[in-house]
Structure formats: structure tokens, C-alpha cells
């Protein structure tokens, strides 16, 4: 893709994360704090690619027992029970509802799954400046983005099923130590996907014609901000 | 209304946005992020958000103090909360597990429309005070943790699950949960971040460490 487009980060400006506010900082390894909303100023995410390296893999392991430890033991007189998020999925089918069953397949093994090759996938094309599909994988990261909460899923099921079904001595539910593994490849999934940085898909798989950089005309500087108000 | 200079936040290309009319949308013409929308009731342009949080605030308490579905086997009842769910989890050797749930399903959906509240009624009279802007960047740091519609179907699943073992029955936190799920998307929807920002207070300290304007 070529462009004559200019980004912010050529123009030596920084575009706040929350608000969006256009800065033209000092310094911009030392950007300090927006003015508007007091969010830390980044040009790109600092070390946004090992950050979420380190989460990915973090978030790989912990995915391994997760779906080989049991996520519930039921005890119902005297006979207990262990199923894991698959045992889960299983009984929903052959009880008759398949499309819950369907809906927690998708929710609690493919969603986390998908996510973590499609973020490994973001860093190794980032990493080796693929130029290519630039959309498709800004695309592919909202999707990450987007998705990640569902497969929250199975860690609500399980906790209103234990809350639920105390029923000592006839019957109990206890949770199993699969579902702190569960929820932690959740809540590791959605960290990665906030510490990737899309812009990086750009910067390196766009070539941008270079070409003497002024700040833009009537960017709005932090100094006019009587016109704002 | 001045026309605004952004950098697209998912490709940092500069683009101006151009003026919109009420219920447009502003796409970069890059990556396709939505950049900017324009409320439809451009006079008062906080005042749906605020009702609809007002709303959803008074139905987040009941949703939190009435059981959320009881239970009922061989003349044994039983009956939940979602802070209860959590409780159960914690009890029972789950303390991570507990914690993440508390906060998905309680904390953030609480904390959002608590902040929300405050930063829309303090923001109905310009200029707002800079901790306005500070409390905005917090509500928006907590709404992707904020899971109540993820809650309520794993609640379904889990009703389902358990009604082949006991007879079930939906409390008034589970139709309170029902319409927070509607209510959270609809104060998304009708909240343009941007009407508050433009009526923030700038902190001065922050902006000295900026360059003077260049044009």
C-alpha cells in the first residue's frame, strides 16, 4: 500500500488514547500527561510488542489445564462427579440443547483459541513488517478485541451453578481448579489485546512517502483552548 | 463547531473531521475506525445518556439487592445473589475466581455508571471542572470489564443445566439484569464522549510540557 497520506507520529504530534486530543509535546519519548483528560501520552504503546509476547504466552500455558482440569465436581448422594469445560459441553448436547451447546464450544474452547493464534499471528506479521492485508488484520484485531469478554462465559456458568446448587448433604457443586486457569486466559487474552498497539500494523506494513513534515494547518494546539471550551 | 484535526487511534493518520450532521458517523478513510458521531439531539445532547444512566443506575441496585433465581429440590430451597455467586466461589477455594466475577459482574458495571452519573451531571453546566475529564477516563477504562450480558447468558446455561436436577425460579435480579443488558448498549449509543470533552477544563500543568502552537 503506498500513501501520501501523514500520520501523527511523523508530524511529531500524539493523539490521546482516550480523548483524542491532538498534542504536539516537547518531547516525544517524554510526552507527559494529556491536558484535556490526563491520560499518559504514547505515540505508540511502550514495548507493546513484548508486553503482549509475554501475555500471549502467559495466556497459552494457562489455556493447557484449563481444558484438562476439571471445572466443576458435583456431588449428588454420595456419588461425585468431575467435568471439564468439554464434559460441559458434552452434557448440554446430550441433554438436548445444542445450541447452548454450540453457543459454549464457541464461547469457551474456539473464542480463546482463535484469539491467541490471531494475536500471535498480529506480532509475528508485525515483527517481520509484512506489508501486506493491513485492513484485514486491523480488521482481525477489533474482532480480538471485540470477542475476548464471551469467553467469560463458562466462568459465569460455573459460579451460578456452584452458587446455586448447595444443597448439603443432598446435593453440591464445588468448583474445580480449572476455571482460575479458565478465567486467567480470559482476563490475559483481553490484557494482550489492550497492550498490542494496531498502529504498529501500519507503520510497518505501509510504505509512506516521506516528505518535509510542518505541522498541519490549524491543528488544534493546546494553547487555544479558549476556542474549545 | 469548529472542525477538529485527530489522529485515527487504531492507525495514526492525521485527518480533519469534517461537520457532521445529527446521527452521522465519521469513518477513517484508512482503517474504517469511527472517529467521531454526532448526537441526534444536538441541543441537548447529554440529556438521553443521562437519563438512561440515571435508569440503569437505579436498576443496578436492585439488581444487586434481590435474589437473582431460587431454587427449589425434595422440599430443600436455596436462593442467590450475584455478589452471592461470587461469595460461593470464594468459600469454596475460588478466591481468583471469585475476585474476577466480583469485578466483571459488580464492580466495573457499577463503578462505569457511577462515574458515568457524576460526569453527566457535572458536565450539564460548561466549563466542567478538570476532574470531570479525569472521572470520564476512568468510566471508559471500566466498561470492557463491565460482562453483565456475558452474566446473563451463562446464568441462562446455567439455569438450564440445573433445571434437570430442581426446580428453578427467576428472581427479580434476573429481569433487572435483563434490562441492564438493554440499558448499557443504549447509554453506549446515545453518549458522545466528545460533547464532554469539548466542556473540560484543560489542566495547565499537562499543557506546559506541550510546544507552543506552530501556526
Known amino acids: 500500500m503506498k500513501t501520501s497520506e501523514i500520520t ?29 483528560c490526563g491520560a499518559k501520552l504514547e505515540s505508540r504503546r511502550p514495548n507493546s510488542i513484548q508486553y503482549t509476547w509475554a501475555l500471549v504466552i502467559a495466556a497459552t500455558i ?39 451447546a454450540l453457543i459454549v464450544l464457541i464461547a469457551s474452547v474456539m473464542v480463546p483459541l482463535g484469539k491467541l493464534i490471531a494475536l500471535a499471528y498480529l506480532l509475528i506479521t508485525v515483527q517481520r513488517g509484512v506489508k501486506g492485508g493491513v485492513r484485514e488484520r486491523t480488521r482481525l484485531y477489533r474482532m480480538v478485541e471485540f470477542i475476548g469478554r464471551w469467553s467469560m462465559l463458562d466462568v459465569f456458568v460455573d459460579t451460578f451453578t456452584v452458587a446455586m446448587v448447595q444443597l448439603k448433604p443432598l446435593m453440591s457443586v464445588e468448583p474445580g481448579l480449572g476455571v482460575v486457569f479458565f478465567a486467567a486466559v480470559v482476563v490475559l487474552t483481553m490484557l494482550a489485546a489492550v497492550t498490542f498497539d494496531p498502529r504498529l500494523i501500519w507503520d510497518s506494513g505501509t510504505e509512506i512517502e516521506v516528505r518535509p513534515v510542518a505541522a498541519p494547518k490549524g491543528h488544534p494546539s493546546v494553547l487555544n483552548e479558549k476556542s474549545h471550551a | 463547531m469548529d472542525t477538529e484535526i485527530v489522529a485515527c487511534p487504531d492507525c495514526d493518520l492525521l485527518q480533519q473531521i469534517p461537520v457532521l450532521n445529527p446521527g452521522d ?4 478513510p484508512r482503517c474504517g475506525h469511527v472517529l467521531a458521531s454526532a448526537a441526534i439531539d444536538s441541543h441537548h445532547p447529554l440529556d438521553l445518556p443521562l437519563s438512561l444512566t440515571l435508569t440503569a443506575f437505579i436498576v443496578l441496585i436492585i439488581a444487586n439487592t434481590t435474589p437473582l433465581m431460587g431454587l427449589s429440590v425434595m422440599g430443600k430451597t436455596a436462593s442467590t445473589t450475584i455478589i452471592g455467586g461470587a461469595y460461593e466461589m470464594w468459600i469454596n477455594g475460588e478466591p481468583l475466581t471469585a475476585a474476577v466475577v466480583a469485578f466483571s459482574a459488580v464492580i466495573a458495571p457499577g463503578l462505569f455508571i457511577l462515574f458515568m452519573l457524576i460526569v453527566l451531571l457535572a458536565a450539564r453546566r460548561p466549563p466542567a471542572p478538570h476532574w470531570v475529564g479525569e472521572m470520564l477516563r476512568w468510566a471508559q477504562s471500566m466498561q470492557p470489564w463491565s460482562m453483565l450480558e456475558v452474566m446473563m447468558l451463562g446464568i441462562l446455561v446455567a439455569l438450564i443445566k440445573i433445571a434437570e436436577l430442581a426446580t428453578v425460579e427467576p428472581g427479580i435480579a434476573m429481569f433487572a439484569v435483563g434490562a441492564l443488558v438493554l440499558l448499557f448498549p443504549a447509554i453506549m449509543v446515545s453518549f458522545n464522549a466528545h460533547e464532554v470533552w469539548m466542556r473540560v477544563e484543560w489542566d495547565h500543568d499537562a499543557a506546559a510540557s506541550q510546544s507552543p502552537p506552530q501556526t
Open chain 2, 25 to 28: 458517523k465519521a469513518r477513517c
Open chain 1, 8 to 36: 501523527a507520529a511523523q508530524a511529531g504530534l500524539i493523539g490521546c488514547n482516550t480523548c483524542s486530543l491532538l498534542t504536539h509535546p516537547v518531547s516525544m519519548e517524554h510526552p507527559g500527561h494529556c491536558p484535556r
Open chain 1, 62 to 100: 494457562c489455556y493447557i489445564p484449563a481444558n484438562l482440569l476439571p471445572v466443576m465436581n458435583t456431588t449428588a448422594l454420595g456419588s461425585s462427579e468431575a467435568d471439564t469445560i468439554m464434559g460441559g459441553v458434552i452434557y448440554l448436547y446430550t441433554s438436548g440443547s445444542w445450541p447452548l
